[in-house]
Structures are given as structure tokens and as C-alpha cells.
């Protein structure tokens, strides 16, 4: 199924260029984007492709891991902020410990195709937390 | 790769059946196992197999989809806090617009093997959380 990696991997890649044209060119018109964190679906290419357009910051994505299958495509990436630590931590040490993360974290992408185009995208932007206490005599941290 | 793909399923199957010896005989015995949103790291079958026998809670699994080639696999599953419901907020009605989901949510795992094993896995524990503002124009919500 390298036409489903390949199809994966050049949905972040033109996502990340803004490369908008050949972006929309990957998508069914009848594409589903779906964010379960948030319970938010959007229906259809162009209110996704001005989700992207209007979604506001200077953001930033990079591949880590594609698979693919002939149904299932996941894309584990990183998403950075740029001058995001500009804003106002920076220079404030870290008043709490996950501060410093903010600016860049890993997000998933699942994906469903149909015709050589994508038909469903799901995605999850998982945030930061702090342990649980009790496992720390199994646990090192980083 | 029907062999890494039916790894995986057996890993979320054997792990909500708490049958800890087929569990364990799917990892390596140099398994690693990582939580980035928390920067945990668990290294080795043994600890491993004790973090999740002592893991708190009646928990339960269930497998949404699976995708693996050559190198790398992907669980997408639901997991559920049996009794959770029962503990408080059943009958107070919607204190906040998520507590409804607190009992259940998605999961993904990200594998990786060698020889028939599995050598790593990478949790995503993704929450809830509220939209942000300026893009209802685009959005349901469900």
C-alpha cells in the first residue's frame, strides 16, 4: 500500500508547506475531519481547507511514523509553535514543569481513503500531564 | 505484515483479558515502553508487566484499528474505567460539558518489533478538552 503511505505522507508535507492546491488535491469533497477531544467534525474539503487556512499561529509539522494499510493510514507527527515561547514564558523559568513543552508536542492523524483520495480524518493532540504518584519504583522520567 | 498486525491485536486482546503470561510472551524482554505527555519510561518485560498488574482501577480495552507494516503498528482503542460512573457524578447531572466522557476515551499505542516481538511501545492518553474560539462558522459539534 504504498499509495496510502505515500498519500499520508504528503498530506503533512503539503500541510506544512501550505501548499494548499495540492493539499485540497488529496482530499475527497466529501472528506469528514473529526476532532473526539473536542467533539468537533467538519464536513467536507472546503470548510476543512479554511479550517487550515484560518487556523491561526505559526505552525509547524513534521512527520515521525507512517503506516498504512489498504483502509487505515496513521501519521504520528511533531507540531511546533513557532515564537510561541516568545510570548512570555521564556524568560520566566519553568513555573510549572510542563511549560517548557508547550511549544511542540506529538499529534496523530488517522485517516480512511477511498479512490486514491482521503475520505475521513481524525485527529488527537494529546497535552502534557503529570504522573500519577505510585509507580515511581517502575518509572524514570525524561 | 499479518504477523505484526495480529501482535497488536493480541496485545490490547491479552492485556483487557489480564492473561499476564500470553501478555508478556508478545515482548521482548528489553521492551521499552514510553509515555511522552507524561515523559515516563518503563524499561524491560518485568516492569513493565508489574505496571500494568498494579494499574488501578477495573480498566478495560477495546480495539478500534490496527494498522502495521514491516516496522512499526498502531493501536487506536477505547478505554473504559468500569465503576467510574458510579463513583460521584452519575446522578448530578453535567457539572461540566466533559464529564459525561470521563469514564471512556480513546487510546493509541505505537509498536515497534523484531523477531516476532515487541521491542517498543508509545502511549497516547489524549483528554478532553473545549473548543477553541473562532472557527463555529466551520464546526459541529457532537
Known amino acids: 500500500m504504498g499509495g ?7 498530506f503533512i508535507a503539503t500541510l506544512e508547506a501550505r501548499d494548499w492546491a495540492a493539499w485540497a ?8 475531519y473529526e476532532i473526539p477531544q473536542s467533539r468537533e467534525r467538519i464536513r467536507g474539503r472546503d470548510r476543512y ?4 487556512q484560518e487556523y491561526p499561529g505559526d505552525w509547524h509539522l513534521r512527520t515521525k511514523i507512517v503506516i498504512a ?3 487505515h ?10 515564537g510561541r515561547l516568545d510570548e512570555g514564558s521564556a524568560d520566566e523559568g519553568s513555573a510549572d514543569e510542563g511549560s517548557a513543552d508547550e511549544g511542540s508536542a506529538d499529534g496523530m492523524a488517522f485517516f480512511e481513503f477511498a479512490d486514491g483520495l482521503i475520505t475521513r480524518v481524525t485527529d488527537f493532540w494529546p497535552e502534557p500531564y503529570e504522573p500519577p504518584a505510585g509507580r515511581e519504583h517502575l518509572v524514570e522520567r525524561w
Chains 1, 2 share one sequence.
Not at 488535491?25 to 469528514?32: A, N
Open 49 to 52: 481547507l479554511r479550517f487550515n
Open 69 to 71: 494499510d489498504k483502509e
Open 73 to 82: 493510514g496513521v501519521a504520528w507527527f511533531e507540531w511546533r509553535l513557532s
Open 25 to 32: 488535491g488529496l482530499l475527497h469533497p466529501d472528506v469528514v
Open 4 to 10: 496510502h503511505r505515500e498519500l499520508v505522507e504528503r
